[in-house]
């Protein structure tokens, strides 16, 4: 699976969006981006996926690159609750095994 | 999303003694569930590869003898540390793969070996 690279932290003021950049340069036709968070002492929730159209659900929206290369994590209306080292993974359809790196630690601001 | 449990939620044993974590889906069945372990200020590493009623698939470095795993049903999936040592306190996560695609986390289990 193809390595991703994150900012280590980001700061987002309360009711503002948090753009959440993630660099996947080396990554497959048809690897999936793959997006969870970790809020302290809990375990990873997942947030959202793609492959090459945008997605929305209720929590996020995922823009992704015409080439690829890169993705954007939406939070259009950052609470404190949101918090959280944020994961970007490229997972492969036939493979399951997520590769965690340090992600980026969002601190949301009151 | 899906549910995923996992009981207990924090456990504190005594040196060489046994401590089983139990991990359940809820509302889905999984054929596949996999354990990590995450230490303080770490990102979570897998342990292992659950397959319902087949052998686990370990990562490399993890002792598959100290740390067993049963996935004796497509919702429950069990990890034991055999001999528990201090060095085997840690934050344990498991998860279990709905349908080919996405992985759901259980809420972990914190364990501490004094």
């Known amino acids: 699976d193809a390595k991703t690279t994150q900012p280590p932290s980001m700061d987002c003021a309360e009711g503002r969006a948090a753009n959440l950049p993630c660099n996947h340069s080396?990554?497959?036709?048809?690897?999936?981006v793959y997006w969870y968070r970790q809020i302290h002492s809990q375990g990873p929730q997942y947030i959202i996926h793609?492959?090459?159209n945008n997605e929305t659900n209720e929590m996020a929206s995922l823009i992704i690159t015409e080439d690829r290369k890169s993705s954007t994590l939406i939070l259009p209306h950052a609470t404190l609750r949101d918090t959280a080292v944020y994961y970007c993974?490229?997972?492969?359809?036939?493979?399951?095994?997520?590769?965690f790196g340090e992600g980026t630690q969002l601190t949301v601001n009151p | 999303g899906a549910v995923v449990s996992q009981h207990p939620s924090r456990v504190i044993c005594k040196s060489g003694t046994s401590v089983k974590i139990e991990c359940r889906s809820l509302?889905?069945?999984?054929?596949?569930m996999f354990w990590y372990r995450q230490f303080p200020k770490q990102s979570l590493m897998l342990m292992a590869t659950?397959?319902?009623?087949?052998?686990?698939?370990?990562e490399q470095g993890v002792e598959k003898d100290k740390f067993l795993i049963n996935h004796a049903s497509l919702t429950l999936s069990t990890l034991t540390v055999t001999s528990a040592h201090p060095e085997d306190s840690s934050f344990y996560i498991c998860?279990?793969?709905?349908?080919?695609?996405?992985?759901?986390f259980g809420p972990g289990t914190r364990l501490l070996v004094l």
């Open positions: 998860s279990a793969l709905q349908g080919r695609e996405t992985q759901y």
């Open positions: 080396t990554i497959s036709g048809n690897e999936y």
């Open positions: 793609g492959l090459k």
């Open positions: 993974i490229a997972l492969g359809p036939s493979g399951s095994r997520l590769t």
């Open positions: 509302d889905f069945q999984a054929t596949t």
């Open positions: 659950s397959n319902e009623g087949s052998k686990a698939t370990y």
